[in-house]
Nanobody
Framework: VQLQASGGGSVQAGGSLRLSCVAS????????MGWYRQGPGKAQREFVASIVSGGEAVYADSVEGRFTISRDADKNAQYLQMDGLGPGDTGVYYCYLATDRISWGQGTLVTVSS
C-alpha cells in the first residue's frame, strides 16, 4: 500500500491546518490508521492520533481537544484537522495504515511560528 500525505505548511500560532493521506487501495473500518510526527532535532517519531479497529479515535494528550482525526472510506483517505496550533506542533507528520503490514506516507512538514 502506498500512502500520499499532503496539507502541511507554515502557519502562525493559533492557526489551523488540515492534513490528508490518501491510500492506493481501499481502506476499511478494520484497518487501524493514524498519524505520528517527528519534531526538529528529535530522534524518534511520536504518536499523534489514530483510528483503531472499530472506529474509535485515540489522541496523544498533547493534542487532545485540538486535533481531530477522521477518514473517508469512499476516497481511501484519512485526515487530521489541526486547530489551535502552537510551536510545539512543528514537525514532519507521517500517516500510517495497518493492513497485513504497516505502511507509511512520505511525511508532510508543519511549521508553526510564534
Amino acid at each position: 500500500v502506498q500512502l500520499q500525505a499532503s496539507g502541511g505548511g507554515s502557519v502562525q500560532a493559533g492557526g489551523s491546518l488540515r492534513l490528508s493521506c490518501v491510500a492506493s487501495r481501499r481502506i476499511t473500518s478494520i484497518n487501524p490508521m493514524g498519524w505520528y510526527r517527528q519534531g526538529p532535532g528529535k530522534a524518534q517519531r511520536e504518536f499523534v492520533a489514530s483510528i483503531v479497529s472499530g472506529g474509535e479515535a485515540v489522541y496523544a494528550d498533547s493534542v487532545e481537544g485540538r486535533f481531530t482525526i477522521s477518514r473517508d472510506a469512499d476516497k481511501n483517505a484519512q485526515y487530521l484537522q489541526m486547530d489551535g496550533l502552537g510551536p510545539g506542533d512543528t514537525g514532519v507528520y507521517y500517516c500510517y495504515l495497518a493492513t497485513d503490514r504497516i505502511s507509511w506516507g512520505q511525511g508532510t512538514l508543519v511549521t508553526v511560528s510564534s
